[in-house]
């Protein structure tokens, strides 16, 4: 039987939401064989795989009954203290566990932010380029993005400035640690900046934080959120820290919001999986997630320097990239004459990928731009992988 | 320092989404001498603890990697067959694990389908009353609500065609297998009567079943699903039938709706917990659903008839309630002169809650009604807590 739907039944947001590029070519990428430089998948070697399965053993023996049941749609009480807790030690935030949503991912934070401020037609802020998942989510709000440029050390703030006093802004979304795609960290200066900027226009700030932690210099930067407390939600995540598997991560903001965001949550999906969260906490408390992280910067900061040392070394001067002092990425811009999806072509005979830059643009893209992953490809192959990709570029 | 938000900035979408009140009595029952006929909580005696923690043993020591890491947005492949394969087994129905999305919990279903179809202003046709939490969950996309009354074998068809005739209907929300909150069935004739008009009508159906597998007369109807594939989402959950602490359900539909559904998914939470979903096959895969269920309708079955015994020789006659024949709740109606809310600040202080049925109406609700679930409350303490309750009554 053809099963056929009526297209115009479908509502106009959908026509909006891009599919992820990065997703198809992760579909393509199962040969086994492809050195794959696209997606931002953390090394499943450094999965604390034996710690969570002592976790879920001690989960299940001691509170099987509690943690497969329902429970609230903030999350488990306890690993909201815990990440407060880290908040005050690592920033001396004062943040209580109130003030803490556990969500999904901090995908789901997104959703859940567009789903409470966004009507359509409002204006959103985005770095240019940013996130792809954040472009895609808030796309599904129908809003109109305006973007700001990424420099070395963070947004455009004259820019920034600009554009606020030009228009008005419902929210700005930002990634100031080593974001994704570009591997840009903000500095200390253009934080509190833009803090001051955005302030000022009482704009709200959506600032995503999944890399923060993985920092290889031990330059912990403050947060934006700690300059502008009052509209800054920040969001937060285990994916990059322990493991995407558990699906969880945390919003923060004030009570207001988070009371908001809880009713939308609830709407939406009733809670995140209670089972992940007892595991994880318990993992939490029976492990020092400080070393743990330790041990990520350690490798990852490996990766990124065989990577900085194959960019230095096999590619031309003319090719410009992210020296990136922490996370998962960096960013390439290819000479003229040069397009990056004419790259991927060549570079997938190969059987190397990565993601052309063009869909991290909410419009204009460039097309000589792309993001190149080093998280997870162990080094011999990236060296490899690297010259051959090095040696396709015009 | 005092956190202010200006309430304007939100949505407009915000305001329409009610806060669940369930949830709220269910914040409030904290206190473990409350006999809560509230919620709608499986019994976390009956949940498969021992066997899903051999499980998760299992998985963490041959798969942890791939189980911690990233995956698709569809959901484990494998247990996308093992539902479709079991769909096959039950009903003889022919669906592809292609047709099926993994979501958390059949609540995300319903808010992706809402994300995809709903439109501000369309018509949303629910049964009258219907579960609050696809309420609370269409309410964000800003529909029109239609209603539909239940009787005591399903919806009024009569009505249903004279609705469809009048206007225009986006969907159609229904819970054909002992509703949550009524506990009615439709019959076989209502069944094959509504499909039949809908079909007709051409409108997109939203047939939820979390409690169909939980039927006490071993009597299992086909769903709606069965007569019109086409246009018919059909949603599941494991929350029921194994543990909701896992936090996983499905969405089954043609193929396009599907890949709308997928990409909506990934914009939201990018997919459901690996680990959860490699926890769940492998219990799958090493014990019998079938045997569990079966020990799940022994012993809900055993409640329900302790209540309805109950509510036959405490209640006066003037009480109308459902003779459920499967899932967890009854209905009751209150003679003249009571409310379900004046009744219920009664019942807590004899410390017995439940919920009012006037939370499950979109409009015009019958104070008359509330809801009492039967699952998870032993049975000296139920026939004690229903006595009570009983001589409540004006």
Redo the contacts between chains.
């Keep these: 039987?053809i099963?056929?739907?009526?297209?115009q039944?479908?509502?106009?947001?959908?026509q909006n939401?891009p599919?992820?590029f990065i997703?198809e070519i992760?579909?393509v990428a199962t040969d086994p064989n492809i050195v794959s430089f696209a997606?931002g998948?953390?090394s499943?070697?450094l999965?604390p795989?034996?710690a969570?399965?002592e976790s879920?053993?001690r989960v299940?023996?001691k509170m099987?009954?509690?943690?497969?049941?329902?429970?609230?749609?903030e999350g488990y009480l306890p690993l909201r203290e815990y990440i407060a807790e880290r908040y005050r030690r690592r920033f001396k935030l004062n943040i209580s566990a109130e003030q803490i949503l556990i969500?999904?991912?901090s995908?789901?934070a997104v959703?859940l932010i567009g789903?409470?401020?966004?009507?359509p037609g409002?204006n959103v802020m985005l770095e240019r380029p940013s996130y792809l998942?954040a472009l895609?989510?808030f796309?599904?709000?129908q809003p109109v993005f305006k973007e700001v440029n990424l420099e070395h050390d963070g947004i455009d703030t004259a820019e920034l400035e600009d554009l606020l006093n030009e228009t008005s802004v419902?929210l700005f979304y930002c990634i100031p640690n080593f974001q994704n795609p570009t591997g840009v960290q903000y500095s200390l200066e253009k934080r509190k900046m833009a803090a001051l900027i955005l302030r000022r226009h009482?704009t709200?700030v959506i600032e995503d934080d999944p890399y923060g932690e993985i920092t290889f210099d031990k330059h912990h930067m403050p947060p934006l959120y700690s300059f502008y407390?009052?509209?800054t939600i920040m969001l937060g995540s285990f994916?990059k820290i322990i493991?995407?598997?558990?699906?969880l991560g945390w919003m923060v903001a004030?009570?207001?919001?988070i009371k908001?965001a809880t009713?939308?949550k609830?709407?939406?999906?009733?809670?995140?999986?209670?089972?992940?969260q007892?595991?994880l906490y318990d993992f939490l408390q029976n492990n020092s997630l400080d070393r743990h992280v330790e041990n990520l910067i350690t490798a990852y900061k490996e990766k990124r320097t065989t990577m900085m040392g194959c960019l230095q070394n096999y590619f031309p001067e003319s090719v410009k990239f992210t020296r990136s002092r922490g996370g998962m990425f960096t960013w390439l811009t290819l000479p003229e004459g040069n397009t990056a999806r004419e790259l991927l072509q060549a570079a997938l005979k190969e059987k190397i990928i990565f993601v052309p830059g063009d869909s991290f643009y909410a419009s204009d893209p460039d097309y000589r731009t792309l993001r190149l992953n080093y998280s997870n490809v162990d080094e011999p192959v990236m060296r490899a992988a690297m010259y051959k990709l090095s040696r396709l570029i015009i």
Tied chains: 1, 2.
């Design positions: 039987m099963i056929q739907t009526n297209s039944q479908f509502a106009a947001r959908v939401v599919a992820s997703r992760l579909k997606g998948l953390p499943p070697a999965f795989a034996e969570l399965g879920a053993k299940f023996s099987g009954g509690q943690a497969l049941q329902y429970s609230s749609t969500t999904n991912g995908q789901q959703d789903k409470i401020f966004i009507d409002d998942g895609q989510c796309s599904m709000f419902k009482r709200i407390p009052e509209k994916s493991a995407p598997g558990l699906r004030n009570r207001e919001i908001k009713v939308m609830q709407a939406s999906d009733l809670q995140s999986g209670n089972l992940s007892y595991i």
